[in-house]
């Protein structure tokens, strides 16, 4: 009996070694979800927000489009002089001096005549007129909502352009980090000028002053092409290779759209893919859309990190409306929050949510220079 027991009790002791409790088991698998959620919550934002990309390149900038040289007055013909009879003098009165035609600037100087100047400058505290640009900046107070809205004409394409934070891009769209937008803007003699869609965050879709850096889809897309239309697509919407091949001028990745294809107030909800939880009140930064040549920017104040100013933002179907009451056919938003900022004459006009920018979207008086890839430079 002895020897049996003796022989029994090991094998018992080795059963009671297989068996685990079931709460360790559930700390165990918890333990493992924690992990690898914080795995990939590193890989997916932190090191791609950073723009870490663990050895791999963006490829060389695609030229997509270029601007049509500006037209010019075509000069009278010079007729040439012949020898004329003399004719006896005459007390007649001398004719008046012909009224100069008067030449415009750009695809839709004409168009807009009577938005733009023949010339001179005419500037106040918060209007820009010129023969290129009109821009008139209007500030919107209602109970609890305090926006800006700069009412934009321009005579030609050339005028509206986006910079990146740190000067011209290249195959990793440009070095540094964020950047103040008043400093940007100062930098390209923008008149008026609003955060753009904070592109490192998500690498989406990104074409600059005709330029692509990158082409991975990223939930709802802008394009302003070189026509001066402008239209907005979902995901599921967008034919990207028709998008590149009719000359795309600017490409953003944030949004929502705002509007629909008739113009109409689009309505958002919390678990959409492309608000996520990013759809209540919140300062804003948008662009609404006329017609060609005629625009609107737009930046909506709003509380932050418990910070009161006097309004708490508008969520995306307030946007929304907002846009389709001044009468606009596309909307899209920018990156709002903490991002949200608009830079006047140069000065920082909003409250500053503690963030520079990667990028902005501006109107100036002189043209944008188009940016060159670095193969292209090389080459010349």
């Given at each position: 009996?002895?020897?049996?027991?003796?022989?029994?009790?090991?094998?018992?002791?080795?059963?009671?070694?297989?068996?685990?409790?079931?709460?360790?088991?559930?700390?165990?698998?918890?333990?493992?979800?924690?992990?690898?959620?914080?795995?990939?919550?590193?890989?997916?934002?932190?090191?791609?927000?950073?723009?870490?990309?663990?050895?791999?390149?963006?490829?060389?900038p695609v030229v997509l489009a270029t601007l049509p040289p500006e037209p010019t007055a075509e000069a009278a013909p010079v007729e040439t002089p012949q020898q004329a009879e003399p004719t006896p003098e005459t007390d007649a009165e001398p004719s008046p001096e012909p009224t100069p035609t008067r030449v415009y600037s750009g695809m839709w100087g004409e168009k807009f005549a009577d938005k733009f100047t023949e010339g001179e400058?005419?500037?106040?505290?918060?209007?820009?007129?010129?023969?290129?640009?009109?821009?008139?900046?209007?500030?919107?107070?209602?109970?609890?909502?305090?926006?800006?809205?700069?009412?934009?004409?321009?005579?030609?394409?050339?005028y509206f352009g986006t910079a990146f934070a740190t000067g011209e891009g290249n195959g990793e769209y440009n070095v540094?980090?964020?950047?103040?937008?008043?400093?940007?803007?100062?930098?390209?003699?923008?008149?008026?000028?609003?955060?753009?869609?904070?592109?490192?965050?998500?690498?989406?879709?990104?074409i600059r002053n005709g330029l692509l850096y990158s082409e991975t889809p990223y939930e709802d897309v802008c394009a302003l092409y070189t026509d001066g239309t402008l239209e907005t697509y979902t995901k599921d919407e967008l034919d990207l290779e028709a998008l590149k091949s009719a000359a795309p001028w600017q490409v953003w990745s944030f949004g929502p759209g705002l509007l629909d294809a008739e113009g109409h107030a689009k309505t958002f909800y919390d678990s959409q893919s492309n608000v996520l939880s990013i759809n209540p009140k919140n300062p804003r930064c948008a662009i609404g859309y006329y017609e060609p040549g005629h625009y609107c920017l737009v930046k909506v104040e709003g509380n932050r990190w418990g910070k009161f100013i006097g309004s708490y933002g508008m969520t995306f179907s307030e946007l929304a409306a907002m846009f389709e009451a001044r009468g606009c056919v596309r909307a899209y938003a920018f990156d709002g929050g903490r991002s949200a900022a608009m830079s006047w004459m140069g000065e920082f006009l909003s409250t500053n949510y503690d963030r520079g920018s990667f990028d902005i979207v501006y109107i100036a008086d002189t043209p944008v220079v188009a940016n060159t890839p670095k193969s292209a430079e090389s080459e010349g």
């Open positions: 009996m002895d020897a049996m027991e003796e022989k029994e009790i090991p094998q018992k002791r080795k059963h009671r070694k297989k068996r685990m409790s079931v709460g360790k088991m559930v700390v165990l698998d918890l333990l493992a979800i924690i992990v690898g959620l914080n795995v990939f919550a590193l890989f997916h934002h932190v090191l791609d927000y950073w723009d870490i990309h663990l050895g791999t390149t963006a490829p060389v400058v005419i500037q106040t505290e918060n209007s820009y007129q010129s023969a290129n640009v009109n821009i008139t900046l209007e500030r919107i107070e209602e109970p609890g909502l305090v926006y800006f809205v700069a009412d934009v004409y321009i005579s030609d394409l050339q540094g980090t964020e950047v103040q937008i008043d400093e940007i803007a100062r930098r390209v003699n923008a008149i008026v000028a609003i955060n753009g869609d904070h592109y490192k965050l998500h690498n989406g879709i990104v």
